[in-house]
């Protein structure tokens, strides 16, 4: 796998163990568990005008970072570390077939993944967290095969059209039950509690919400070096959408920053 080369970090914190493999591809990756609640991260991949999805929703950040190796091997890395991720039922629809662990999107460094998350106490793969205010989620997808424990997040009328599906999948309803599910609520319902390390993998929509509620403590930001736009009949999604932000209200620090080849890995704290 092509390394990663260090421009600067300026993160805080213990480096986490990471095998040889992932050291050398990455450098020191440091995380701050935090003792009152879930950390969370998000992760995205987008063009240098923002977009990070075409044509959707069958479009996905795949397309925007061409399968660039060292972009997956990063996602891996986060999934790797991480004790649940939130899967956003849009992006359950758009990849249909995934299931959010390390080793589906980079089979490459399967082996390592898997030491490194023995190494962190973490037996097994990270919670699927799947959320849907609605309940249109198919059971039958590889995500609720067993390869990995999943729980569906919804509101008590998206209980109630699952109930019909398929069985010992787990449901799980937050109170109050109806309409948007914040972020902490949907946690706090997975079980995802103080200590915890989440990665958001939801749509821009869904992420957006999540950052105006304060709830995302992190972005990772791969910067892929094409350009989109936006006319016309063919759809493009941007990193923040359905919200406006009223310049300086979200800001963020930039904690480091990587490049490989074209490609700029940015990670950024939220203030």
């Known amino acids: 796998m092509r390394p990663l080369v260090e421009l600067f970090d300026e993160t805080d914190g213990q480096p986490l163990p990471l095998p040889p493999e992932l050291a050398a591809f990455y450098g020191a990756l440091r995380m701050l568990p935090r003792p009152e609640r879930p950390h969370v991260f998000a ?22 970072g061409g399968g660039y190796a060292p972009d997956r091997a990063l996602m891996g890395l986060l999934r790797a570390v991480a004790d649940g991720v939130v899967i956003g039922a849009g992006n359950l629809r758009a990849e249909a077939g995934h299931v959010w662990t390390a080793e589906r999107v980079c089979p490459e460094l399967a082996g390592p993944y898997a030491r490194l998350r023995a190494s962190l106490g973490r037996s097994g793969a990270p919670l699927q967290v799947v959320v849907s205010g609605s309940g249109d989620v198919d ?9 990995a424990p999943a729980v569906v ?64 403590d992190e972005l990772f ?17 941007a990193l923040v959408e359905g919200r406006y932000f009223r310049p300086g209200s979200l800001s963020g620090r930039l904690l480091s920053a990587r490049r490989s080849e074209d490609f700029l890995f940015l990670r950024y704290a939220f203030r």
């Open 43 to 64: 992760n995205f991949v987008a063009s240098v005008d923002g977009i990070v999805a075409v044509d959707p929703p069958r479009g996905t950040g795949a397309e925007i």
């Open 139 to 147: 059971l039958s997808s590889p995500v609720f095969s067993g390869m």
């Open 153 to 216: 997040v919804t509101t008590a009328a998206g209980a109630a059209r699952l109930s019909a599906g398929r069985a010992g999948v787990r449901i799980e309803v937050p109170e109050p039950g109806r309409g948007w599910i914040s972020l902490a609520a949907v946690l706090e319902a997975a079980g995802l509690g103080p200590g915890a390390l989440v990665l958001v993998e939801s749509g821009p929509t869904s992420t957006t919400r999540f950052l105006a509620e304060g709830a995302v």
């Open 221 to 237: 930001l791969t910067r892929a070096p094409i350009f989109v736009g936006r006319a016309g009949a063919t759809e493009t999604l």
